[in-house]
């Protein structure tokens, strides 16, 4: 039996292609249906196929009387499992980086008092890291964490592993909680996620215990209308 894919995978995986290696940006037109066809040598009736599944898979738009247009891409993350995000935009064959823009020590509060189960006095470690896909914002990670935890946070380089890379290595994880959220960002989320004003965020917040304490607590907040979370079992 023939291993050749039929021509309207074919015709997916090189628009796929062309969308991944930054060809066709989003908003931009794709060849329409009789070029495609043309250069595949295949009948229109193949492409529609390939495009229709597209649009359906929400990778392309179409627009009557237009054409068909590379759509906003809402990246996803798993929910099942606490991933690296730097892993996750790897696994899209996508480029990941981040950006410092807070390492400190600062007083827990009542609160995080409260959520770590220490007192208001109590030091803890901060960070926020902005982590971009393919160069766009997709996630402010603001990250309390118990320096009882891990005592050398605060000398590690967040711009070459992320925070969680280095907690899961440091604090082996015994169990996590979380919610999400619909929430309008503050203005210094926004600004840091080039957010129109207006928008709103969906925001995860996760408690994770390692040594039978509280490791950390992060409010993880990320545009909406370019993201979404996805879990599976």
Not at 145 to 166: G, I, M, R
Not at 202 to 210: A, E
Request: aromatic share 6%.
């Amino acid at each position: 039996m023939s291993d050749k894919l039929p021509a309207y995978q074919t015709i997916k995986r090189h628009v796929l292609a062309r969308i991944h290696d930054g060809t066709w940006k989003e908003g931009d037109a794709i060849p329409g249906e009789e070029a495609l066809a043309r250069e595949f040598g295949v009948s229109r009736m193949t492409v529609n196929r390939a495009i229709r599944e597209l649009s359906e898979e929400q990778i392309v738009e179409r627009v009557q009387g237009s054409g068909t247009y590379v759509a906003q891409q809402k990246y996803q993350a798993t929910l099942v499992e606490i991933r690296n995000i730097a892993e996750e935009i790897a696994a899209r064959g996508h480029r990941h980086r981040s950006e410092l823009h807070k390492l400190e020590r600062v007083k827990a509060g009542e609160a995080l008092g409260r959520a770590f189960g220490v007192s208001p006095s109590h030091t803890l470690f901060h960070s926020v890291v902005v982590h971009f896909e393919n160069d766009q914002p997709i996630q402010v990670e603001d990250r309390h964490v118990n320096p009882e935890v891990a005592p050398d946070y605060l000398t590690q380089d967040f711009t070459s592993q992320t925070p969680n890379a280095y907690l899961m290595r440091v604090a082996p994880l015994q169990g996590v909680s979380f919610e999400i959220e619909a929430l309008h960002p503050p203005q210094a989320v926004a600004e840091m996620l080039a957010m129109p004003t207006g928008e709103p965020c969906l925001v995860l917040r996760r408690q994770t215990r390692s040594m039978g304490k509280v490791a950390s607590v992060a409010a993880m907040w990320h545009p909406a209308s370019r993201y979404q979370f996805t879990g599976s079992f």
